[in-house]
């Protein structure tokens, strides 16, 4: 049985006729009635999550998944806006996420009723749409309601998916659910515009008329990557190609761009004449720097919006399309080029960096530490997931890591790296093996992504807890305030040890190498799960060991 509402029940046949099969839901009374159908649904799945900020992070890891739409559904009022963060990530990642909001009657916002603010566009501008349904009363509101929600449904599948807000005002009473059956809702689908094949095969040919032609591949989701894998390999033989590992789903070592780029410093003769930059954000700030500085003939992104993100300051043409589709065109142009010069100059310098690289022996650190868990998993031939907190972690998993990162580009805020994580594991908990490494900060401000009881076994956490951001301990010049650890970089002496109990989390320790090694050991061969390993450093030996990597370039 169903709800009354007939907007909550066009709402619910209209997710199932669109193939939506996972639902986050949150708890509330305003919403009861959403969550209620939802759950009676025998085609979608719904994940209860407590913390709304949590929950949506979770979504979004749920999307990564498989690459399909997820639910998540609030009450109304505050619940709504603990969502915004995870809002943004989706919204600039391009992640399929639909958001639902139970709201009060209109009449009664502002009137100082319970739950109530003004939640229409709340979320704007980082969702791609904002609805709010009717409560219909006759044929002409119901087929506005209906039109309403395949226009959100639709938002979120276009060019690439993105965010979505549903806002469902709901009257009293709300729990009668007496209805046998959803509504027939007429689904309109939606039909996606091609690119013009032949104007980018022309831009295409004008690419590789440049003497030092450069591809950037900003974040990707492994999808996008894996089905563009054999273009990419072609374009490496004509173009520099430079992807970190956020764009990179090959089982190979992550290329040494900043290390590369620490040798080569200013010299003009490695920025490119003719550059391509497809995808997300890149995490080097040194590659944005050092290409900021290129004179460019020919600048073009690939956007699926059409967008002008002109991230490196000098863009000359925007193309409107999939990375696949373009990266194939281009890949499909660079047949008989010639092999450039400046494809063999830049292989020669990564290929030094390499070398050293490989050579390097860290102190006790984050830095050994993220070395040794990647050292460790390929020795084990350990298989499974890596999502990475943002900031210090995600820059470590770039040097070391040899398979693809899932990371919280987007925005690139601290909250949500571990409910995302969680998210992920439990959509594949029977596939996959998922393995978080985050920072402390990331850590304990996301901890209730683990008051979760949808929590599965293969989740594992690396924590690297230094007693704040040590990345303010890398940064010239704040040294100098008195202010830096206690207000700036959140100086503490927490540890995840009695989080881990309260949830039933295997918990391990490491203080110096002899544990790092003994606790790997563990970690990896842990029989029950999840299970967390607690990295214990210092953030000058952090800072310290940092500055020696790149010195040794």
């Not at 915004?84 to 009137?111: C, V």
């Not at 298989?383 to 040899?402: A, K, P, Q, T």
């Not at 690139?412 to 908990?429: D, F, K, M, P, R």
């Amino acid at each position: 049985m169903y709800s009354t509402k007939e907007n909550v029940n066009i709402l619910t046949s209209l997710l199932v006729k669109a193939g939506i099969t996972k639902a986050v839901v949150c708890p509330g009374s305003r919403n009861s009635p959403i969550v209620h159908n939802l759950c009676a649904c025998p085609d979608i799945e719904c994940y209860p999550v407590t913390d709304e900020r949590s929950a949506g992070f979770f979504a979004l890891g749920m999307t990564l998944a498989d690459n399909e739409p997820v639910v998540i559904c609030v009450t109304s009022g505050s619940a709504l806006l603990n969502v915004a963060p995870a809002a943004a990530e989706a919204y600039y990642q391009n992640r399929p996420l639909i958001i639902i909001s139970a709201d009060r009657p209109a009449q009664w916002i502002e009137q100082k009723d319970g739950q109530t603010i003004q939640q229409h566009g709340a979320l704007e501008p980082n969702v791609r749409k904002s609805v709010t349904l009717p409560e219909p009363n006759n044929d002409e509101e119901r087929w506005y309601c209906n039109r309403l929600v395949n226009e959100a449904i639709n938002a979120c599948m276009l060019n690439g998916g993105g965010p979505v807000h549903i806002n469902v005002p709901i009257t009293e009473p709300l729990f009668d659910y007496s209805t046998a059956n959803l509504p027939d809702e007429r689904r309109i689908t939606l039909h996606q515009a091609v690119i013009n094949d032949a104007e980018v095969y022309e831009i295409a040919s004008n690419f590789f008329c440049g003497e030092k032609p450069m591809i950037v591949l900003g974040q990707m989701i492994p999808e996008v990557v894996g089905d563009a894998l054999e273009a990419i390999e072609a374009l490496k033989k004509v173009a520099v190609v430079i992807q970190e590992k956020l764009a990179d789903d090959d089982i190979r070592p992550s290329l040494p761009i900043d290390e590369a780029l620490n040798t080569i410093e200013d010299d003009d003769s490695y920025r490119p004449d003719h550059l391509l930059y497809i995808g997300g954000c890149i995490v080097s700030k040194r590659l944005k720097h050092f290409l900021r500085k290129s004179k460019c003939k020919c600048s073009i992104i690939v956007d699926e919006h059409g967008n002008c993100c002109d991230t490196f300051m000098h863009a000359t043409d925007v193309i409107q399309g999939a990375p696949t589709d373009v990266l194939g065109i281009f890949a499909n142009e660079a047949e008989g080029i010639e092999r450039k010069e400046f494809v063999d100059k830049w292989d020669s310098v990564f290929t030094k960096a390499m070398a050293i690289r490989e050579k390097i022996t860290p102190r006790y650190s984050q830095l050994l530490a993220v070395k040794t868990f990647h050292k460790m998993m390929r020795e084990l031939d350990i298989d499974g997931e890596l999502f990475y907190g943002n900031s210090s972690s995600v820059r470590l998993g770039n040097i070391f890591s040899d398979q693809y990162i899932y990371v919280n580009r987007g925005v690139n805020g601290i909250e949500g790296s571990l409910s995302t994580a969680v998210g992920y594991a439990v959509a594949q908990q029977e596939e996959e093996d998922v393995y978080c490494i985050l920072g402390d900060l990331s850590f304990f401000y996301d901890q209730n992504a683990l008051w979760n009881e949808n929590l599965s076994p293969n989740l594992s956490i690396l924590l690297l807890n230094n007693g704040g951001g040590g990345i303010f301990h890398q940064l010239p010049g704040l040294g100098r305030s008195p202010y830096r650890d206690t207000a700036i970089a959140a100086q503490h002496t927490t540890s995840a040890e009695g989080i881990c109990q309260s949830h039933d989390i295997v918990y391990l320790s490491a203080h110096n190498m002899e544990e790092l090694t003994k606790g790997l050991e563990r970690f990896f061969n842990a029989e029950e799960g999840p299970v967390l390993l607690e990295v214990f450093t210092s953030p000058e030996d952090d800072a310290q060991a940092l500055q020696d990597y790149y010195q040794s370039f």
